[in-house]
């Protein structure tokens, strides 16, 4: 049996094909966005290995899959795109049901909240600032004309929202009764 070959060498140039014809500069608008969404799924995946609930992990898997599935579609041309489009209203409304789940087992703060109260709040919460960076560079090629599916834009969007309550879920599993906030309290607030 002969080894398997990792690497191809098509990309020493510096440039990447798509899901269909063509090939792009590695920094291109589509490489850019899949990359960001595959580093916010990297960072889920730390989420997951660290988190203490059930839930949050399963949460997590199953959204980590949906990005493998979005960045096949941001991977593709316009012309081949139809043929990778699974999420769709209804992955943004699992998406929603999940947040409105966890939403109601945690206490909201009115306040900005400081990462860090607990390291599987901490993994949740990287993991949602960068999937914010991901949202921003596929706004960027809907906006530009080079995607058309919105509903990737809703997705990370929702998936960002579900992403912070999971990280006070976390936190609160862990005994934080009160997360750290961005605002520190006067002296005459803290008595």
Avoid at 12 to 20: C, E, I, K
Avoid at 41 to 62: K, P, V
Avoid at 75 to 90: G, L
Avoid at 91 to 110: I, K, Y
């Amino acid at each position: 049996m002969e080894p398997i070959q990792l690497y191809t060498r098509t990309g020493d140039d510096g440039y990447t094909g798509l899901l269909g014809e063509g090939r792009v500069a590695k920094y291109a608008p589509q490489p850019e966005a899949c990359g960001a969404v595959d580093e916010a799924n990297a960072a889920m995946g730390i989420a997951r290995a660290g988190a203490q609930s059930d839930i949050t992990r399963q949460m997590l898997l199953t959204a980590q899959r949906d990005l493998y599935k979005l960045m096949a579609e941001l991977s593709a041309t316009q012309k081949t795109a139809p043929q990778f489009r699974s999420i769709d209203e209804a992955r943004v409304t699992w998406l929603e049901q999940q947040t409105d789940v966890v939403t109601a087992m945690v206490v909201l703060p009115r306040e900005f909240v400081v990462p860090g109260d607990t390291l599987p709040g901490a993994y949740i919460d990287l993991a949602r600032a960068i999937t914010r960076r991901a949202e921003r560079f596929v706004v960027h090629l809907l906006h530009d004309g080079i995607i058309e599916n919105t509903q990737l834009v809703r997705y990370l969007n929702r998936l960002s929202s579900l992403l912070f309550v999971l990280s006070l879920y976390e936190n609160a599993l862990a005994g934080v009764s009160r997360v750290t906030l961005a605002r520190e309290k006067a002296k005459s607030d803290r008595a």
